[in-house]
């Protein structure tokens, strides 16, 4: 894993070393200034420990690489105030708020959190917020230092001409899978047993003989159980229309909303605090269970599908969009897409890592236009549904060629044209920077020559 010594600052590690709580007890000292901007000790070493716990490798002495890294960084930082680079509000905010709850999810409490980190939540929340904001910024200005690099074919053929086969990129297996499924119908039975239990919840809180948060860790289904049911600062955008009308029509803290249907089961919430277009609450999340009888039926409906599929009777495309209950792929004739968290960028062609675990199991077995046999999943709302899929396309791993690959070789000198761009900015910016280097963290190999003046 390549180190980017930022990332690691910003997202701070959730197992950090025993040694990490004694080091901020060590009296510190500016050990590098670059510009008007110092560089502490303690924040070499709080880097330093937080690459252990993440198991990453750094290449060389730390205590020259990890301040030369920090320095790098302040050049940038440098360059975004000259530029005047902003960074929305709203993209910072939700960060922070997935971060935070990301510590209270591990470490059990916002009162551990404190502990752990020696600070309050208050000044950790400050701290990340400056943290991604300047991720950000730098993100910003390298963008801005590369966005004019054009990569013509006659570049990549020239870049890769000479290069032996086994040096070529290796593109892996890449698969396009199709998807019906079914979900098992659920009894009004089973949906009052359900509604009774979230009733019964309500009465015990309005009682004042259990704390909705105890309630919530007790019985919820929903992976905010082990926080209380407190599902963090969030917008009306990322919520479930249901839940977030619901939720943002609350007013007080001590009351229980109306038990509320989502896609994802029943609710019922509870009122934190409200910030303008931001609400934290916390909610009970139970799920109606299909009975056995149920499923049995679903995998026989998909047994008849199928076998119509393989009389021709259909297409798999017809079946996917007026019989298969999944929301995600219905509208796409069944096809499976992957969408990358960093880019946003949405992918029908797959890695096999990238599909679900249960998807996978089936599309390892099959062959290009093949159906498998019904199967029982979990789908994205954590719901059991019985599934077929077809393997609609597959293209095995390889080495990269201009034919077929000419994307993935483009992208590979793209991003060398733009790491070599970047990094004859960073000897500019050195030039004109002031730099001063405490006496015994000078005696480094580092990758820029121009940190220390002749």
């Known amino acids: 894993m390549k180190f980017n010594l ?17 080091q901020r007890n060590v009296i510190d000292e500016v050990v590098w200034v670059v510009g008007d901007e110092p560089i502490l000790k303690s924040d070499v070493e709080q880097a330093r420990l937080e690459a252990i716990s993440y198991r990453m490798r750094i290449e060389g002495d730390p205590y020259c690489v990890i301040p030369e890294q920090l320095a790098v960084q302040k050049l940038f930082l440098h360059q975004a105030a000259i530029d005047s680079v902003e960074v929305s509000d709203s993209e910072i905010i939700g960060k922070v708020d997935e971060q935070l709850e990301e510590y209270v999810t591990v470490l059990g409490s916002k009162e551990k959190v404190e502990e752990y980190f020696g600070m309050t939540y208050a000044q950790k929340r400050e701290q990340l917020t400056e943290n991604f904001r300047n991720e950000r910024m730098i993100q910003e200005v390298r963008q801005s230092l590369v966005k004019d690099i054009k990569v013509t074919p006659a570049m990549v053929r020239k870049h890769f001409k000479d290069m032996p086969e086994d040096s070529l990129p290796f593109v892996p297996t890449k698969v396009e899978v199709q998807i019906i499924t079914r979900e098992p119908v659920i009894s009004p039975e089973e949906i009052e047993r359900v509604k009774a239990l979230l009733r019964d919840y309500t009465e015990r809180v309005k009682s004042g003989s259990t704390k909705f948060s105890t309630l919530a860790l007790m019985y919820s289904e929903d992976g905010s159980a082990q926080n209380g049911g407190e599902i963090g600062w969030s917008y009306k955008g990322r919520l479930a229309q249901e839940f977030a009308d619901v939720a943002f029509k609350l007013t007080d803290p001590n009351t229980v909303s109306k038990i509320v249907e989502t896609e994802f089961g029943f609710h019922i919430i509870q009122l934190i605090e409200k910030r303008g277009d931001r609400i934290n609450c916390r909610h009970i999340l139970k799920k109606p269970k299909a009975s056995e009888e149920a499923i049995m039926k679903a995998f026989a409906d998909l047994d008849s599908i199928s076998e119509e599929l393989n009389k021709g009777l259909y297409t798999f495309e017809q079946c ?14 069944g096809i499976m897409r992957y969408v990358n968290n960093e880019t946003g960028e949405v992918y029908t062609k797959m890695e096999m890592k990238e599909l679900p675990a249960e998807v996978a199991k089936q599309v390892g077995g099959l062959r290009v236009g093949e159906l498998s046999k019904p199967f029982l999943m979990t789908n994205s709302k954590g719901k059991e549904v019985v599934a077929i899929v077809k393997l609609k396309d597959k293209t095995e791993g390889h080495r990269a060629t201009m034919k077929d690959d000419y994307q993935t070789l483009q992208d590979v000198v793209q991003a060398k044209m733009a790491e070599e761009k970047i990094e004859k900015w960073i000897k500019e910016k050195q030039k004109t920077t002031y730099v001063r280097i405490n006496e015994d963290w000078r005696n480094c190999d580092f990758k820029y020559d121009g940190w220390i003046k002749k």
């Open 320 to 333: 996917a969009q007026f019989v298969s209950h999944d929301k995600d792929t219905r509208n796409n004739y």
């Open 6 to 22: 930022f990332s690691i600052i910003a997202l701070l590690s959730m197992m950090l070393v025993p040694e990490a709580k004694a």
